[in-house]
């Protein structure tokens, strides 16, 4: 297990999928429930197909797609900002109420867990949804 | 002509046919506007009750009870609605004493409050269109988030003063923590910061702008970004929320280099805006109470503070009413599930995890595609649209007056 600080952002396609009222598709998972990593983070994790992100305490626990892409340095991961990032963004407020979507810190690691779509996370997390 | 809705440019020269289900003849839609055209036909709400589909007179029904007899409702959301239904919106608000708050209170809003009271000097985008010769993205990456900024206005187009525009005569810079998509197509330009190191970052350019060796980062890299800045006739930057989030409480160091640069020569900022009308929601809350966002009724006049934010107030308001958001999408996971615990009105058009959770559900006509108003660009020109196809929906604004007049 490594630790990265987690960086979140918009992507295009997250962009059109969300403005097109698609957040609950294949795509949209497909598309946002993925975790970019450096290439040499990447092969040092032997290049798993799907990572566990967990906040550092080990409380909230997310599997996604993973990918090395450079557009990201070595220790840092990119998740598109969508559900399954704030899974594990840090909720600290500071005096400003605002939640830590860039530099939060978590642990990355190889996993054989599935991916789920949005629906299914919500299930999972608050048991709750349809 | 239409305009796209779909992020905070408000593009006026969109042409485009919805008829039949399909849409079609489109010009000038980029991806993502595309998306939100189609929306029209996918994953539309319909009025339910705890699940089950009632008609519409139910739902609003429904919707004045829970916020009649909740004692600190929280009425959250706005920053995809019109001036026309925010304003109703805040007086729905100051009528139930309730908190209200958007989206900018976990994003822009700490940025846009001090445009908005002039300590940070701004201008609109044909300004930059027709003057900039420098644009700074910091912590923005608009090639996927506003898609035309670069085409109509800040680098590509030829404006009155710049005419050879980026041929020759603008630049583009990037300073992010990562080679975004607009950072490919300013390579050169690209300074890249750690995480939360923006704040300095901005004290080694104060310094190499005194003519001081920076103490940190590439020196060669920061004597060279000084000199750009100082060559500059007519910057204009950009900040988007890898910036805000970096700077938090420390805006202060921001708003520093922007007076040392205005001391040399023209620089201009303008907050990048996510949705189409946050800022028409920050400037109409100002007017009526002197704060942008995060404001409580409770006792008849308005409060202001973190407290009211929407992350904290999830946590103690007993209902929540949220028009035109997604928070159980957007926001980290505690704050959604507090609020996916509350007895939640959703109004939105389409479905989300957000209307998914919620209690009661009303659908509302997509502004600007079924519904027209007002709405305020990025850069505080207000916006005025039409509708371009007829819907049976009501818009936002109806609805609220609707839950009003019920109350
Ligand atoms: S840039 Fe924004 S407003 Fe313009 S077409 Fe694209 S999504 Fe719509």
């Known amino acids: ?130 | 002509m239409a305009t796209c809705t779909g992020c905070s440019l408000l593009c006026e020269d969109i042409e485009a046919e919805l008829s039949g289900g399909k849409l079609s003849k489109v010009k000038n839609l980029c991806r993502k506007g595309h998306g939100h055209f189609q929306s029209a036909f996918s994953e539309r709400t319909v009025p339910m009750i705890d699940g089950k589909k009632v008609d519409l007179d139910q739902a609003i029904a429904r919707a004045a009870e829970i916020l009649r007899s909740a004692k600190s409702p929280l009425l959250f959301g706005w920053s995809n609605s019109t001036l026309e239904a925010q304003n109703v919106g805040i007086s729905l608000a100051e009528k139930l004493d309730a908190t209200i708050d958007d989206t900018s209170s976990f994003c822009q809003g700490i940025l846009m409050e001090r445009i908005l009271s002039g300590s940070i000097p701004t201008c609109t985008l044909d300004d930059v269109r027709n003057y900039a010769d420098v644009s700074i993205f910091w912590g923005a990456d608009p090639s996927s988030s506003h898609p035309r900024h670069l085409s109509r206005f800040s680098y590509y187009p030829r404006g009155d003063k710049r005419q050879k525009s980026y041929e020759e005569e603008r630049t583009c810079m990037v300073v992010d923590v990562r080679m975004s998509a607009t950072a490919t197509l300013c390579k050169d330009y690209l300074f890249r910061v750690p995480p939360g190191g923006d704040a300095e970052f901005i004290e080694a350019i104060l310094s190499v702008l005194e003519g001081k060796i920076p103490r940190l980062g590439d020196k060669k890299k920061m004597i060279e970004l000084g000199g750009l800045l100082k060559k500059a006739e007519w910057g204009a930057i950009f900040p988007g929320l890898g910036m805000i989030y970096s700077l938090q409480d420390n805006m202060e160091v921001f708003e520093r280099l922007i007076a040392r640069l205005n001391e040399i020569t023209t620089f201009k900022v303008i907050p990048m805006a996510g949705h189409f009308n946050m800022r028409g929601f920050n400037e109409l809350l100002r007017e009526k109470t002197g704060y942008i966002n995060r404001v409580s009724f409770e006792g008849g006049a308005a409060s202001h503070g973190p407290e009211n934010s929407v992350v904290a107030a999830a946590k103690t308001c007993d209902a929540a009413l949220v028009i035109g958001s997604d928070p159980l999408s957007s926001l980290p996971f505690g704050t959604a599930r507090a609020l996916a615990r509350l007895p939640l009105i959703a109004i939105d058009p389409r479905r989300s995890l957000t209307t998914d959770a919620a209690g009661v559900v009303i659908p509302a006509a997509i502004s600007g595609l079924e519904a027209g108003g007002t709405a305020v660009r990025m850069d505080g020109v207000k916006i005025k649209f039409e509708p371009i196809i007829k819907a049976d929906l009501p818009a936002d604004e109806q609805i609220l007056s609707r839950i009003m007049e019920a109350i």
Not at chain 1, 99 to 114: H, N, Q, W
């Open chain 1, 1 to 130: 297990m490594m630790q990265f600080l987690l960086n979140t952002g918009s992507t295009i396609e997250e962009g059109r999928l969300a403005k097109g009222g698609s957040k609950l598709s294949v795509d949209y998972t497909q598309e946002c429930a993925v975790c970019e990593m450096n290439p040499e983070d990447y092969e040092a994790m032997g290049s798993p197909e799907r990572v566990l992100v967990s906040t550092p305490d080990g409380k909230h626990r997310v599997a996604v797609y993973a990918y090395a892409g450079p557009s990201v340095c070595c220790g840092h991961i990119f998740m598109p900002r969508a559900i399954w990032a704030n899974v594990v963004v840090d909720p600290e407020t500071f005096s400003t109420g605002s939640p830590l979507y860039k530099g939060s810190p978590v642990m990355v690691e190889a996993t054989e867990e599935d991916v789920l779509g949005a629906e299914d996370l919500v299930h999972k997390l608050y048991g709750r949804g349809r």
